[in-house]
Protein backbone atom coordinates (compact mmCIF):
# COMPACT_ATOMS: atom_id res chain seq x y z
CA UNK A 1 0.00 0.00 0.00
CA UNK A 2 1.17 3.75 -1.14
CA UNK A 3 -0.07 6.61 0.55
CA UNK A 4 0.39 10.62 0.47
CA UNK A 5 -1.49 13.44 2.35
CA UNK A 6 -1.71 17.31 1.45
CA UNK A 7 -4.17 20.18 2.68
CA UNK A 8 -6.53 22.07 0.74
CA UNK A 9 -9.66 24.31 1.55
CA UNK A 10 -13.18 24.42 1.59
CA UNK A 11 -15.26 27.21 1.56
CA UNK A 12 -18.49 27.39 3.65
CA UNK A 13 -20.07 31.00 2.52
CA UNK A 14 -16.77 33.49 3.55
CA UNK A 15 -15.21 30.96 6.23
CA UNK A 16 -12.44 28.54 5.01
CA UNK A 17 -12.15 24.87 6.68
CA UNK A 18 -8.93 23.14 6.21
CA UNK A 19 -9.33 19.81 4.36
CA UNK A 20 -6.79 16.95 4.48
CA UNK A 21 -6.31 15.34 1.02
CA UNK A 22 -5.44 11.91 1.32
CA UNK A 23 -4.75 9.47 -1.53
CA UNK A 24 -3.93 5.80 -0.74
CA UNK A 25 -2.89 3.31 -3.66
CA UNK A 26 -3.52 -0.73 -3.67
CA UNK A 27 -3.35 -3.40 -5.80
CA UNK A 28 -6.45 -4.33 -7.85
CA UNK A 29 -8.38 -2.83 -10.97
CA UNK A 30 -7.25 0.64 -11.92
CA UNK A 31 -10.36 2.89 -10.56
CA UNK A 32 -10.69 5.91 -9.03
CA UNK A 33 -12.81 6.78 -6.32
CA UNK A 34 -13.08 10.17 -4.77
CA UNK A 35 -14.96 10.39 -1.15
CA UNK A 36 -15.41 12.55 1.08
CA UNK A 37 -18.93 14.32 0.95
CA UNK A 38 -17.66 16.15 -2.75
CA UNK A 39 -20.31 18.02 -5.42
CA UNK A 40 -20.39 17.40 -9.02
CA UNK A 41 -17.71 20.18 -9.64
CA UNK A 42 -15.44 18.55 -7.37
CA UNK A 43 -16.45 14.49 -8.18
CA UNK A 44 -15.64 15.98 -12.30
CA UNK A 45 -11.84 16.64 -10.83
CA UNK A 46 -11.12 12.54 -11.15
CA UNK A 47 -11.09 13.61 -14.75
CA UNK A 48 -9.42 16.80 -14.84
CA UNK A 49 -6.45 15.46 -12.63
CA UNK A 50 -6.21 12.00 -14.70
CA UNK A 51 -5.74 13.99 -17.81
CA UNK A 52 -3.48 16.69 -16.08
CA UNK A 53 -0.97 14.58 -14.61
CA UNK A 54 -0.63 12.68 -17.89
CA UNK A 55 -0.59 15.72 -19.99
CA UNK A 56 2.44 17.14 -17.83
CA UNK A 57 4.60 13.96 -19.00
CA UNK A 58 3.72 11.66 -15.61
CA UNK A 59 2.66 8.53 -15.48
CA UNK A 60 -1.02 7.73 -13.78
CA UNK A 61 -1.07 4.79 -11.39
CA UNK A 62 -2.76 1.95 -12.35
CA UNK A 63 -4.01 0.39 -9.54
CA UNK A 64 -6.87 1.34 -7.52
CA UNK A 65 -6.54 4.67 -6.28
CA UNK A 66 -9.07 5.96 -3.23
CA UNK A 67 -8.91 9.83 -2.50
CA UNK A 68 -10.86 10.83 0.61
CA UNK A 69 -10.96 14.92 1.83
CA UNK A 70 -11.28 14.78 5.89
CA UNK A 71 -13.45 15.81 7.78
CA UNK A 72 -15.57 14.01 5.93
CA UNK A 73 -18.95 15.74 7.28
CA UNK A 74 -18.10 19.25 5.41
CA UNK A 75 -19.73 19.86 2.71
CA UNK A 76 -17.13 20.34 -0.38
CA UNK A 77 -16.99 22.00 -3.68
CA UNK A 78 -15.55 23.61 -6.46
CA UNK A 79 -12.09 23.29 -8.21
CA UNK A 80 -9.84 25.02 -6.08
CA UNK A 81 -8.93 20.95 -5.04
CA UNK A 82 -7.61 19.94 -7.93
CA UNK A 83 -4.16 21.07 -7.18
CA UNK A 84 -3.95 19.48 -4.08
CA UNK A 85 -5.36 15.72 -5.41
CA UNK A 86 -3.19 15.80 -8.28
CA UNK A 87 -0.03 16.02 -5.46
CA UNK A 88 -1.46 13.67 -3.29
CA UNK A 89 -2.07 10.94 -6.01
CA UNK A 90 2.06 11.72 -7.45
CA UNK A 91 2.86 11.28 -3.28
CA UNK A 92 1.09 8.15 -3.58
CA UNK A 93 2.68 7.07 -6.71
CA UNK A 94 6.36 7.96 -5.34
CA UNK A 95 6.75 10.59 -7.63
CA UNK A 96 7.04 13.04 -5.18
CA UNK A 97 8.02 12.64 -1.46
CA UNK A 98 5.06 12.65 0.65
CA UNK A 99 6.86 14.50 3.37
CA UNK A 100 6.92 17.53 1.29
CA UNK A 101 3.65 17.36 0.87
CA UNK A 102 2.18 17.55 4.38
CA UNK A 103 2.40 20.51 5.56
CA UNK A 104 1.76 22.29 2.31
CA UNK A 105 -1.88 23.94 1.26
CA UNK A 106 -3.15 23.71 -2.34
CA UNK A 107 -5.24 25.80 -3.62
CA UNK A 108 -5.80 25.71 -7.71
CA UNK A 109 -7.92 24.33 -10.55
CA UNK A 110 -5.73 22.27 -12.99
CA UNK A 111 -6.53 22.09 -16.53
CA UNK A 112 -6.47 19.49 -19.22
CA UNK A 113 -3.00 20.56 -19.90
CA UNK A 114 -1.55 20.89 -16.78
CA UNK A 115 -2.14 24.36 -16.47
CA UNK A 116 -2.74 25.95 -12.79
CA UNK A 117 -5.63 27.98 -13.09
CA UNK A 118 -6.88 30.49 -10.37
CA UNK A 119 -9.99 30.35 -8.17
CA UNK A 120 -12.29 32.15 -6.46
CA UNK A 121 -12.18 32.76 -2.37
CA UNK A 122 -8.41 32.61 -2.59
CA UNK A 123 -7.89 35.19 0.51
CA UNK A 124 -10.15 33.46 3.02
CA UNK A 125 -8.68 30.42 1.78
CA UNK A 126 -5.33 31.32 2.83
CA UNK A 127 -6.51 32.72 6.12
CA UNK A 128 -8.01 29.88 7.37
CA UNK A 129 -4.75 28.16 6.46
CA UNK A 130 -2.80 30.72 8.22
CA UNK A 131 -5.45 30.35 11.47
CA UNK A 132 -5.14 26.24 11.57
CA UNK A 133 -1.20 27.04 11.85
CA UNK A 134 0.16 26.28 8.09
CA UNK A 135 3.06 28.12 6.91
CA UNK A 136 3.14 27.38 3.27
CA UNK A 137 0.26 27.65 0.90
CA UNK A 138 0.42 26.89 -3.11
CA UNK A 139 -1.88 28.95 -5.24
CA UNK A 140 -1.92 29.54 -9.07
CA UNK A 141 0.51 32.46 -10.16
CA UNK A 142 -2.47 35.06 -10.61
CA UNK A 143 -3.33 34.42 -7.39
CA UNK A 144 -0.01 35.47 -5.46
CA UNK A 145 -0.59 38.79 -4.53
CA UNK A 146 -4.30 38.28 -3.08
CA UNK A 147 -2.51 34.88 -0.68
CA UNK A 148 0.08 37.52 0.06
CA UNK A 149 -1.69 39.63 2.18
CA UNK A 150 -2.14 37.61 4.69
CA UNK A 151 1.15 38.23 7.26
CA UNK A 152 3.24 35.37 8.11
CA UNK A 153 2.41 33.06 4.86
CA UNK A 154 4.80 31.63 2.70
CA UNK A 155 3.30 32.23 -0.97
CA UNK A 156 4.45 30.08 -3.83
CA UNK A 157 2.41 31.22 -6.94
CA UNK A 158 2.62 28.66 -10.16
CA UNK A 159 1.75 28.56 -13.88
CA UNK A 160 1.76 24.60 -14.18
CA UNK A 161 2.05 21.07 -12.24
CA UNK A 162 4.83 20.49 -14.42
CA UNK A 163 6.34 23.80 -12.56
CA UNK A 164 5.21 22.76 -8.84
CA UNK A 165 6.79 19.48 -9.75
CA UNK A 166 9.74 20.35 -10.60
CA UNK A 167 9.88 22.74 -7.22
CA UNK A 168 9.03 19.84 -4.88
CA UNK A 169 11.64 17.31 -6.47
CA UNK A 170 14.99 20.27 -7.18
CA UNK A 171 14.64 19.75 -11.01
CA UNK A 172 15.16 22.32 -13.43
CA UNK A 173 11.58 24.48 -13.41
CA UNK A 174 10.28 24.44 -16.76
CA UNK A 175 9.27 28.34 -18.62
CA UNK A 176 5.72 28.23 -19.15
CA UNK A 177 4.00 31.09 -21.34
CA UNK A 178 1.93 33.54 -18.74
CA UNK A 179 -1.95 32.58 -18.87
CA UNK A 180 -3.77 35.66 -19.96
CA UNK A 181 -7.02 35.11 -18.97
CA UNK A 182 -6.84 37.20 -15.67
CA UNK A 183 -10.46 37.59 -15.22
CA UNK A 184 -11.16 33.94 -15.65
CA UNK A 185 -11.91 33.70 -11.59
CA UNK A 186 -13.64 37.00 -10.72
CA UNK A 187 -17.00 36.63 -13.22
CA UNK A 188 -19.86 37.27 -11.11
CA UNK A 189 -21.83 33.98 -10.14
CA UNK A 190 -24.21 32.46 -12.35
CA UNK A 191 -27.65 33.65 -10.94
CA UNK A 192 -26.58 36.98 -9.90
CA UNK A 193 -25.12 38.55 -12.95
CA UNK A 194 -28.48 39.04 -14.31
CA UNK A 195 -29.49 40.92 -11.15
CA UNK A 196 -26.88 42.86 -9.76
CA UNK A 197 -26.33 46.22 -12.31
CA UNK A 198 -23.07 47.78 -10.75
CA UNK A 199 -20.79 46.30 -8.05
CA UNK A 200 -17.58 47.82 -7.47
CA UNK A 201 -15.55 50.29 -5.23
CA UNK A 202 -15.38 54.03 -5.53
CA UNK A 203 -11.97 53.66 -7.47
CA UNK A 204 -14.08 51.65 -10.61
CA UNK A 205 -17.89 53.02 -9.96
CA UNK A 206 -17.45 56.63 -8.71
CA UNK A 207 -13.62 57.63 -9.28
CA UNK A 208 -14.57 60.42 -11.00
CA UNK A 209 -18.03 61.86 -9.39
CA UNK A 210 -17.55 64.69 -7.30
CA UNK A 211 -20.14 66.23 -5.15
CA UNK A 212 -19.29 69.32 -6.74
CA UNK A 213 -21.50 68.52 -9.65
CA UNK A 214 -25.22 68.17 -7.72
CA UNK A 215 -26.95 70.80 -8.89
CA UNK A 216 -28.95 72.58 -5.47
CA UNK A 217 -30.43 69.78 -3.33
CA UNK A 218 -29.35 71.55 -0.17
CA UNK A 219 -30.64 69.12 1.80
CA UNK A 220 -30.21 66.08 0.41
CA UNK A 221 -26.60 67.07 0.64
CA UNK A 222 -26.77 67.93 4.33
CA UNK A 223 -28.13 64.00 5.11
CA UNK A 224 -25.43 62.61 2.84
CA UNK A 225 -22.86 63.92 4.75
CA UNK A 226 -24.87 63.28 7.93
CA UNK A 227 -24.86 59.60 6.61
CA UNK A 228 -21.46 59.13 6.16
CA UNK A 229 -20.71 60.54 9.37
CA UNK A 230 -22.44 58.68 11.38
CA UNK A 231 -23.32 55.41 9.10
CA UNK A 232 -26.71 56.22 9.24
CA UNK A 233 -29.58 54.42 6.31
CA UNK A 234 -30.94 57.37 4.12
CA UNK A 235 -34.07 57.42 2.29
CA UNK A 236 -34.90 59.78 -1.13
CA UNK A 237 -37.96 60.39 -2.35
CA UNK A 238 -38.52 63.04 -5.42
CA UNK A 239 -39.61 63.00 -8.72
CA UNK A 240 -37.01 61.77 -11.22
CA UNK A 241 -34.22 63.30 -12.27
CA UNK A 242 -33.99 65.22 -9.21
CA UNK A 243 -30.34 63.69 -8.35
CA UNK A 244 -31.18 60.62 -6.06
CA UNK A 245 -29.07 58.47 -7.87
CA UNK A 246 -26.33 61.12 -8.49
CA UNK A 247 -26.38 61.61 -4.70
CA UNK A 248 -26.24 57.98 -4.09
CA UNK A 249 -23.13 57.37 -6.16
CA UNK A 250 -20.77 60.05 -4.52
CA UNK A 251 -21.99 58.32 -0.36
CA UNK A 252 -19.16 56.29 -1.00
CA UNK A 253 -16.60 58.60 -2.14
CA UNK A 254 -16.91 61.03 1.29
CA UNK A 255 -16.86 58.22 3.27
CA UNK A 256 -13.31 57.14 5.39
CA UNK A 257 -11.44 54.19 3.11
CA UNK A 258 -11.35 51.02 4.91
CA UNK A 259 -9.27 50.12 8.02
CA UNK A 260 -6.94 47.43 7.34
CA UNK A 261 -8.75 44.78 8.74
CA UNK A 262 -12.31 45.62 7.04
CA UNK A 263 -10.32 45.77 3.43
CA UNK A 264 -9.37 42.03 4.53
CA UNK A 265 -12.64 41.26 5.52
CA UNK A 266 -14.28 43.28 2.47
CA UNK A 267 -11.93 41.50 0.03
CA UNK A 268 -12.46 37.93 1.49
CA UNK A 269 -16.29 38.46 0.23
CA UNK A 270 -15.47 39.68 -3.20
CA UNK A 271 -13.02 37.01 -3.93
CA UNK A 272 -15.63 34.66 -2.71
CA UNK A 273 -18.19 36.11 -5.17
CA UNK A 274 -15.80 36.04 -8.08
CA UNK A 275 -15.90 39.78 -8.41
CA UNK A 276 -12.20 41.11 -7.76
CA UNK A 277 -11.16 43.55 -10.29
CA UNK A 278 -8.04 42.00 -12.14
CA UNK A 279 -4.52 43.42 -10.91
CA UNK A 280 -6.01 44.84 -7.67
CA UNK A 281 -5.97 42.20 -4.91
CA UNK A 282 -7.18 44.35 -2.54
CA UNK A 283 -10.17 46.47 -1.76
CA UNK A 284 -9.68 49.44 -0.04
CA UNK A 285 -12.53 51.56 -0.10
CA UNK A 286 -15.80 51.30 0.40
CA UNK A 287 -17.66 49.18 -2.23
CA UNK A 288 -21.22 50.19 -3.89
CA UNK A 289 -23.44 47.82 -5.03
CA UNK A 290 -26.99 48.54 -7.12
CA UNK A 291 -28.47 45.81 -7.65
CA UNK A 292 -31.93 46.43 -10.11
CA UNK A 293 -35.46 46.27 -8.67
CA UNK A 294 -35.90 42.60 -10.53
CA UNK A 295 -33.16 41.49 -7.99
CA UNK A 296 -34.51 38.16 -6.30
CA UNK A 297 -34.48 37.71 -2.70
CA UNK A 298 -31.71 35.30 -3.14
CA UNK A 299 -29.21 37.73 -5.56
CA UNK A 300 -30.03 40.61 -2.62
CA UNK A 301 -29.14 37.80 0.85
CA UNK A 302 -27.00 35.30 -0.91
CA UNK A 303 -28.14 31.96 -2.67
CA UNK A 304 -27.56 29.21 -5.48
CA UNK A 305 -27.58 26.11 -5.49
CA UNK A 306 -25.68 23.77 -2.99
CA UNK A 307 -23.90 26.25 0.04
CA UNK A 308 -25.48 29.92 -0.13
CA UNK A 309 -22.76 32.41 -2.18
CA UNK A 310 -22.69 35.95 -1.01
CA UNK A 311 -25.29 37.95 -2.25
CA UNK A 312 -25.74 42.15 -2.83
CA UNK A 313 -25.67 42.99 1.34
CA UNK A 314 -22.40 40.96 1.35
CA UNK A 315 -21.43 42.91 -1.34
CA UNK A 316 -21.99 45.86 -0.03
CA UNK A 317 -20.10 44.99 3.05
CA UNK A 318 -18.79 47.89 5.13
CA UNK A 319 -20.00 49.97 1.66
CA UNK A 320 -23.19 51.03 0.04
CA UNK A 321 -26.00 49.56 -1.14
CA UNK A 322 -28.21 51.50 -3.14
CA UNK A 323 -31.61 50.73 -3.70
CA UNK A 324 -33.17 53.32 -6.54
CA UNK A 325 -37.02 52.72 -7.70
CA UNK A 326 -37.29 50.80 -3.53
CA UNK A 327 -40.80 50.38 -4.12
CA UNK A 328 -40.26 48.58 -7.17
CA UNK A 329 -38.18 45.29 -5.63
CA UNK A 330 -40.35 42.66 -4.13
CA UNK A 331 -41.93 43.14 -0.48
CA UNK A 332 -40.43 39.60 -0.05
CA UNK A 333 -37.10 40.79 -1.01
CA UNK A 334 -37.26 44.29 1.15
CA UNK A 335 -38.44 42.13 4.17
CA UNK A 336 -35.36 40.02 3.94
CA UNK A 337 -33.56 43.23 4.73
CA UNK A 338 -34.51 43.79 7.78
CA UNK A 339 -32.28 40.89 9.64
CA UNK A 340 -29.18 42.25 8.14
CA UNK A 341 -29.69 45.85 8.86
CA UNK A 342 -30.05 44.99 12.75
CA UNK A 343 -27.83 42.71 13.19
CA UNK A 344 -24.58 43.23 10.45
CA UNK A 345 -25.01 40.14 9.36
CA UNK A 346 -27.22 37.28 7.55
CA UNK A 347 -27.98 33.90 8.12
CA UNK A 348 -28.81 31.65 5.19
CA UNK A 349 -30.22 27.93 5.47
CA UNK A 350 -30.14 25.76 2.87
CA UNK A 351 -30.37 21.86 2.56
CA UNK A 352 -27.29 21.63 2.54
CA UNK A 353 -26.00 24.03 5.39
CA UNK A 354 -26.29 26.79 7.23
CA UNK A 355 -23.62 29.85 6.39
CA UNK A 356 -23.46 33.08 7.87
CA UNK A 357 -22.45 36.33 5.76
CA UNK A 358 -20.87 39.43 6.76
CA UNK A 359 -23.55 42.26 5.50
CA UNK A 360 -22.70 45.44 7.67
CA UNK A 361 -23.71 47.85 5.19
CA UNK A 362 -25.43 51.50 5.07
CA UNK A 363 -28.17 51.42 2.49
CA UNK A 364 -29.92 54.10 0.67
CA UNK A 365 -33.16 53.84 -0.62
CA UNK A 366 -34.77 56.22 -3.54
CA UNK A 367 -38.26 56.11 -4.37
CA UNK A 368 -40.27 58.34 -6.96
CA UNK A 369 -43.17 59.85 -4.43
CA UNK A 370 -45.85 58.12 -6.92
CA UNK A 371 -45.78 56.03 -10.17
CA UNK A 372 -45.83 58.43 -12.20
CA UNK A 373 -43.31 60.19 -10.31
CA UNK A 374 -45.06 63.58 -11.19
CA UNK A 375 -47.73 63.87 -8.25
CA UNK A 376 -47.25 66.08 -5.19
CA UNK A 377 -48.53 63.52 -2.73
CA UNK A 378 -52.36 64.52 -2.89
CA UNK A 379 -53.06 63.80 -7.10
CA UNK A 380 -53.56 66.92 -8.43
CA UNK A 381 -50.37 67.67 -10.56
CA UNK A 382 -50.38 64.14 -12.14
CA UNK A 383 -51.94 61.36 -13.49
CA UNK A 384 -51.88 59.36 -9.86
CA UNK A 385 -55.04 58.84 -7.96
CA UNK A 386 -54.73 59.40 -4.40
CA UNK A 387 -55.43 55.33 -4.04
CA UNK A 388 -53.04 54.53 -6.33
CA UNK A 389 -50.65 56.79 -4.03
CA UNK A 390 -51.03 55.34 -1.13
CA UNK A 391 -50.56 51.81 -2.95
CA UNK A 392 -47.34 52.80 -4.28
CA UNK A 393 -46.18 53.96 -0.96
CA UNK A 394 -47.31 51.42 0.93
CA UNK A 395 -45.07 49.17 -0.72
CA UNK A 396 -42.17 50.15 1.62
CA UNK A 397 -43.59 48.53 4.52
CA UNK A 398 -43.45 50.41 7.84
CA UNK A 399 -40.76 48.42 9.92
CA UNK A 400 -38.34 48.51 7.01
CA UNK A 401 -38.41 52.28 6.84
CA UNK A 402 -38.34 52.47 11.02
CA UNK A 403 -35.11 51.40 10.69
CA UNK A 404 -33.85 53.95 7.94
CA UNK A 405 -32.46 57.02 10.00
CA UNK A 406 -32.52 59.84 7.39
CA UNK A 407 -35.46 60.78 5.22
CA UNK A 408 -35.45 63.59 3.02
CA UNK A 409 -37.48 65.08 0.06
CA UNK A 410 -35.58 65.39 -2.91
CA UNK A 411 -36.75 68.32 -4.72
CA UNK A 412 -37.12 69.37 -8.63
CA UNK A 413 -33.62 71.25 -9.98
CA UNK A 414 -34.86 74.97 -10.69
CA UNK A 415 -33.51 76.55 -13.95
CA UNK A 416 -31.99 78.96 -11.64
CA UNK A 417 -30.20 76.26 -10.27
CA UNK A 418 -29.29 74.72 -13.45
CA UNK A 419 -27.59 77.81 -15.25
CA UNK A 420 -25.67 79.39 -12.08
CA UNK A 421 -22.54 80.33 -12.50
CA UNK A 422 -20.88 80.52 -9.11
CA UNK A 423 -19.58 77.40 -7.16
CA UNK A 424 -22.88 75.52 -6.53
CA UNK A 425 -21.48 73.13 -3.49
CA UNK A 426 -18.66 71.82 -1.81
CA UNK A 427 -16.55 69.38 -3.21
CA UNK A 428 -15.95 66.04 -2.24
CA UNK A 429 -12.89 66.23 -0.92
CA UNK A 430 -13.79 69.15 1.13
CA UNK A 431 -16.75 67.03 2.52
CA UNK A 432 -14.68 63.78 3.46
CA UNK A 433 -12.37 65.62 5.07
CA UNK A 434 -15.14 66.43 7.49
CA UNK A 435 -16.56 63.21 7.75
CA UNK A 436 -13.08 62.11 8.50
CA UNK A 437 -12.93 64.73 11.25
CA UNK A 438 -16.26 63.73 12.83
CA UNK A 439 -15.97 59.57 12.64
CA UNK A 440 -12.52 60.41 14.80
CA UNK A 441 -14.46 62.25 17.11
CA UNK A 442 -16.85 59.41 17.50
CA UNK A 443 -13.98 56.94 17.84
CA UNK A 444 -12.16 58.99 20.47
CA UNK A 445 -15.70 58.91 22.47
CA UNK A 446 -16.11 55.51 22.30
CA UNK A 447 -12.98 54.30 22.97
CA UNK A 448 -13.13 50.81 24.74
CA UNK A 449 -16.59 49.56 23.33
CA UNK A 450 -17.22 47.69 20.88
CA UNK A 451 -18.77 50.34 18.43
CA UNK A 452 -17.30 53.07 15.92
CA UNK A 453 -19.99 54.93 14.63
CA UNK A 454 -23.07 56.42 16.20
CA UNK A 455 -25.65 54.27 14.82
CA UNK A 456 -24.44 51.20 16.19
CA UNK A 457 -24.57 52.45 19.57
CA UNK A 458 -27.45 50.88 21.48
CA UNK A 459 -30.48 53.23 22.58
CA UNK A 460 -29.98 52.25 26.46
CA UNK A 461 -26.27 52.75 25.97
CA UNK A 462 -26.45 56.40 24.42
CA UNK A 463 -29.21 57.56 26.76
CA UNK A 464 -27.35 56.24 30.19
CA UNK A 465 -23.49 56.52 29.33
CA UNK A 466 -23.70 59.91 26.79
CA UNK A 467 -25.69 63.46 27.66
CA UNK A 468 -26.71 65.72 25.14
CA UNK A 469 -26.46 69.70 26.68
CA UNK A 470 -29.35 70.56 29.27
CA UNK A 471 -33.07 71.14 27.46
CA UNK A 472 -31.41 69.71 24.64
CA UNK A 473 -33.95 66.61 24.27
CA UNK A 474 -36.92 69.12 24.71
CA UNK A 475 -38.09 69.24 21.46
CA UNK A 476 -38.07 65.68 20.79
CA UNK A 477 -39.36 64.40 24.48
CA UNK A 478 -42.82 66.75 23.12
CA UNK A 479 -43.18 64.75 20.16
CA UNK A 480 -42.75 61.43 21.98
CA UNK A 481 -45.69 62.50 24.21
CA UNK A 482 -47.61 63.38 21.35
CA UNK A 483 -46.85 59.99 19.71
CA UNK A 484 -44.87 61.99 16.60
CA UNK A 485 -41.77 59.81 17.43
CA UNK A 486 -41.42 56.55 18.74
CA UNK A 487 -38.92 55.23 21.59
CA UNK A 488 -37.01 53.70 18.81
CA UNK A 489 -37.13 57.01 16.89
CA UNK A 490 -36.35 59.17 19.74
CA UNK A 491 -32.92 56.65 20.25
CA UNK A 492 -32.57 57.12 16.22
CA UNK A 493 -32.92 61.21 16.60
CA UNK A 494 -30.31 60.84 19.25
CA UNK A 495 -27.76 59.03 17.44
CA UNK A 496 -28.35 61.43 14.58
CA UNK A 497 -27.85 64.60 17.00
CA UNK A 498 -24.82 63.07 17.78
CA UNK A 499 -23.38 62.95 14.61
CA UNK A 500 -24.38 66.35 13.79
CA UNK A 501 -22.82 67.39 16.69
CA UNK A 502 -19.43 65.64 15.70
CA UNK A 503 -19.24 67.63 12.50
CA UNK A 504 -19.54 70.80 13.90
CA UNK A 505 -17.06 69.93 16.26
CA UNK A 506 -19.04 69.98 19.46
CA UNK A 507 -18.63 67.79 22.46
CA UNK A 508 -22.11 66.95 23.02
CA UNK A 509 -24.88 67.92 20.79
CA UNK A 510 -27.12 71.04 21.61
CA UNK A 511 -30.83 71.93 21.18
CA UNK A 512 -30.27 73.37 17.51
CA UNK A 513 -28.51 69.66 16.72
CA UNK A 514 -31.67 67.91 18.06
CA UNK A 515 -34.37 69.79 15.96
CA UNK A 516 -32.00 69.35 12.87
CA UNK A 517 -31.94 66.00 13.82
CA UNK A 518 -35.58 65.29 14.22
CA UNK A 519 -35.96 67.37 10.84
CA UNK A 520 -33.81 64.58 9.50
CA UNK A 521 -35.37 61.69 10.60
CA UNK A 522 -38.71 62.67 9.82
CA UNK A 523 -38.83 64.99 7.09
CA UNK A 524 -40.74 67.59 7.95
CA UNK A 525 -39.78 71.14 8.13
CA UNK A 526 -39.13 72.38 11.72
CA UNK A 527 -37.41 75.13 10.46
CA UNK A 528 -34.21 74.45 11.30
CA UNK A 529 -31.17 75.34 8.52
CA UNK A 530 -30.56 72.56 6.49
CA UNK A 531 -26.35 73.02 6.97
CA UNK A 532 -23.84 71.78 9.82
CA UNK A 533 -23.78 74.66 12.22
CA UNK A 534 -19.91 75.07 13.24
Not at 35 to 51: F, I, M, W
Not at 122 to 142: C, I, K, N
Not at 398 to 407: E, H, S
Request: with cysteine; net charge neutral; proline share 8%.
Amino acid sequence: MAFARTCSVALVGVEGVVVEVQADLEPGVAAFTLVGLPDKSLTESRDRVRAAVVNSGNAWPQKKLTVGLSPASVPKGGSGFDLAVACAVLGAAERLDPRTLADVVMIGELGLDGRVLPVRGVLPAVLAAADAGYEQVVVPEHAAAEAALVPGITVLGVRSLRQLIALLTDEPVPEEDPDTDTNRATHTPVGLAGTLATIGTPDATAAHHDLAEVVGQIAARTALEVAAAGGHHLFLQGPPGAGKTMLAERLPSIMPPLTQKESLEVTAVHSVAGTLPPGRPLVEAPPYCAPHHSATMQSLVGGGPGLPRPGAVSLAHRGVLFLDEAPEFSAKALDALRQPLESGHVVVARAAGVVQLPARFQMILAANPCPCGRCSGRGEDGTCTPGAIRRYQSRLSGPLLDRVDLKVDVEPVTRADLTATVQRGESTHQVADRVRQARQRAAARLTGTPWTTNSHIPGHELRTRWHPAPGALHEAERDLERGLLTARGLDRVLRIAWTIADLGGRDRPDARDVTLAIQLRTGIPRGAPMAIAP
